[in-house]
Nanobody, 127 residues
Framework: QVQLAESGGGTVQIGDSLRLSCAASGSTISRSVMGWFRQAPGKEREFVTGVSWDGSNTYYVDSVKGRFTLSRDNAKNTVYLQMNSLKPEDTAVYYC????????????????????WGQGTQVTVSS
């Protein structure tokens, strides 16, 4: 089983940037499709972005397109989420997740399709 650990969250001002990291241990994630989800208080967990196993396909929800960039470094067993131009509505706990899809260019968006989850990191954007 893969253990995922997010880091990099914090409290920032509107328009600031943050870079989240998700380090995997216990097994390689180099063949896994990876995703980021977020959950705001009182809301369901929502898909934010995901990347295919080789980085060739990256999918973003409309609300973060042009502001967030997902990347992966398979040699370091780590995925990153660069978040720019942050808005108050980005405030949430952000979770990294490993999907059940291996060596695939398909990026699922349902939490059900993800097997392993990190503990989450809080991102707060204050106005």
């Amino acid at each position: 089983q893969v253990q995922l650990a997010e880091s990099g969250g914090g409290t920032v001002q509107i328009g600031d940037s943050l870079r989240l990291s998700c380090a995997a241990s216990g097994s390689t994630i180099s063949r896994s499709v990876m995703g980021w989800f977020r959950q705001a208080p009182g809301k369901e967990r929502e898909f934010v972005t995901g990347v295919s196993w080789d980085g060739s396909n990256t999918y973003y929800v409309d609300s973060v397109k042009g502001r967030f960039t997902l990347s992966r470094d398979n040699a370091k067993n780590t995925v990153y989420l660069q978040m720019n131009s942050l808005k108050p509505e980005d405030t949430a706990v952000y979770y990294c997740a490993r999907s059940a899809y291996l060596s695939s260019s398909y990026v699922p968006t349902r939490p059900f399709d993800y097997l392993d989850w990190g503990q989450g990191t809080q991102v707060t954007v204050s106005s």
